[in-house]
């Protein structure tokens, strides 16, 4: 008999409600939690610097105990490190393997404490990771197993960022753009349902005003988009700065090798002390400093300063390893260089003043869009955040912009890079790999050629190249030049039959290239 009805993707839709309504009440509790704490700190500094340095003892110790705490849980599952997002995509893709409970509740517990005492972490990242691991949970109690459980792990994450930013078409479009890489339909209707459930959820606590209001009061005429074009060459090049910082922040943390990994969060935790006498409202994951920019502020001395000590704080605090976001502090560094760019130009008699408010918005997202490379996602969440539509076409210039001049940088997407660290550091924690060094002499027929080029042996991997004094992180493109030296793992004992088979397939690449450059002569 020949039925008129297609409920196939109700089932999805079902789902999705389930892992959105789960997501948004772990994410929205989260959030609130954080919130509550980082104004009660920041009330904290308010009445020691009026005098009442009793407190200080007090504050010290409870840093002190939050560090160890978190430390503890980080021994104990060290997947909930960090915002969370890299091992989200690690999981998808079948690379990375945990226990959601084990990780949401020590994800939501360390969360709370490593952000809320107002370190420059942002909530967005484990909002993530706890809404994929509450997606998990339920995957299991339905005994989904493969894609249909990649999906609800998926959707579960889509849930996670649309409840911390009420931003659900944001959430969605950051999962099918960052996170799962594919737009077929049972990944963006699950996704799209959780997220839109999630922010129910979240709507319903923290009421319908937009995450990150600010004032919109007149439309960037098209006169002054040369504006937009340079303010977006900044933000690439301040981005890709932004990237190489993130991504050699280790580097740092080797000046305390007494100290285990695990509490490596004592070192920011402690520097809330200073800033929080110095400005206390500098404190937290960037939030607050983007709703202060309601008020115009064109003191450019003063904007270059909180931008170097927010930078600052950001990587100390992420690169400590506790767990926490980019997200938000990427936003509101964005919003800083915005401000800056506008305050100068409003000096220089370049900009009228109410159009200062335009940059502020733009250079979130365009900051966003260079340096985690998902320029879809950076104007749908500016849009959503803001709460306005009349500046799609500017963000999306912007955007563009930014991301442009990030690629040619070679930039890569901070959220995979950090992905790709994350397995390397697995697969030589386990013990499974050795570190090897080969390289690329300069001998007779030697040239340039990009990664690609090179039929690497399948269970090698290339971490890294040495370039000089420098270290290079590679991608697909990226050139290697006769005198690098690459730096390799592969499988445990095999380190003198991959240096021969890598030497052996350069020396017929080279054969190759010079065959092609004889051809195109001729």
């Known amino acids: ?100 409970w084990a990780v949401l509740w020590r994800k939501f517990v360390g969360g709370v404490l490593a952000i809320g005492p107002g370190l420059g972490l942002g909530r967005e990242g484990p909002s993530i990771q706890l809404g994929a691991a509450a997606g998990q949970g339920l995957a299991q109690a339905y005994g989904a197993k493969g894609a249909d459980r990649r ?18 078409m944001a959430g969605t479009m950051f999962v099918l753009e960052e996170i799962y890489h594919t737009f077929s339909y049972p990944v963006w209707i699950t996704s ?7 922010n129910f959820v979240a709507l319903y606590v923290f009421g319908l005003q937009p995450v990150l ?19 977006g060459i900044v933000l690439g090049l301040l981005g890709r700065f932004y990237q190489v910082c993130l991504l050699n922040q280790g580097k740092f943390f080797r000046y305390f090798k007494k100290l285990p990994r695990s509490f490596h969060g004592l070192i920011p935790l402690l520097t809330v002390i200073p800033l929080g006498l110095w400005h206390p409202e500098w404190l937290g994951g960037g939030n607050g400093i983007v709703l202060s920019f309601n008020t115009p502020q064109f003191s450019i ?9 927010r930078f600052i704080f950001s990587m100390l605090s992420y690169g400590s390893g506790l767990p926490g976001g980019i997200f938000l502090p990427i936003l509101s560094l964005g919003a800083i260089i915005g401000a800056t760019y506008g305050a100068v130009m409003v000096h220089l008699g370049l900009l009228a003043p109410v159009y200062w408010y335009n940059l502020v918005i733009f250079a979130m997202a365009g900051y966003f869009a260079a340096i985690g490379k998902a320029p879809f996602t950076a104007v749908l ?6 709460g306005s539509l009349q500046h799609l076409m500017p963000l999306a ?18 959220y995979t890079a950090l992905k790709d660290r994350l397995r390397v550091a697995q697969l030589v924690g386990n013990g499974h790999l050795d570190e090897i060094q080969v390289p690329v002499l300069e001998i007779p027929g030697a040239s340039a050629f990009q990664v690609h080029s090179l039929d690497w042996p399948s269970e090698s991997l290339l971490i890294s190249i040495q370039r000089g004094e420098r270290r ?20 445990n004992g095999q380190v003198g039959h991959y240096k021969a088979l890598i030497t052996t397939r350069l020396g017929r690449l080279y054969e190759k290239i010079a065959r092609d450059t004889t051809s195109n002569d001729t």
């Open 381 to 386: 969440l500016i849009t959503e955040m803001v």
């Open 192 to 198: 799209l349902t959780s997220a839109v459930a999630a």
């Open 397 to 414: 210039f912007l955007c563009l912009i930014a991301y442009v001049s990030n690629d040619m940088l070679n930039g890569q997407p901070i």
């Open 151 to 168: 999906i609800m792990i998926a959707a579960g994450a889509a849930g996670g960022l649309s409840a911390a930013f009420n931003a659900p």
């Open 472 to 491: 290079v992180i590679p991608h697909g493109n990226t050139i290697i030049r006769p005198g690098d030296i690459l730096i390799l793992l592969v499988p």
């Open 213 to 231: 209001h600010l004032n919109y009061q007149a439309s960037l005429p098209i006169s002054q988009y040369w504006q937009l074009a340079v303010l």
């Open 301 to 309: 001395r003063i904007l270059v300063l909180l931008f170097i000590v």
């Open 1 to 100: 008999m020949k039925t008129y009805f297609n409920f196939e993707k109700l089932t999805y839709i079902w789902r999705g409600c389930l892992i959105g309504l789960a997501a948004g009440v772990v994410t929205a509790a989260f959030r609130y939690l954080i919130g509550q704490a980082v104004t009660f700190v920041q009330a904290l500094f308010q009445i020691v610097k009026q005098g009442q340095f009793l407190l200080l003892i007090p504050i010290a110790v409870g840093l002190i105990i939050i560090g160890v705490i978190v430390g503890v849980l980080l021994r104990q599952q060290p997947a909930i490190s960090g915002s969370g997002i890299p091992q989200v995509e690690a999981q998808l893709e079948d690379e990375l393997a945990y226990n959601w």
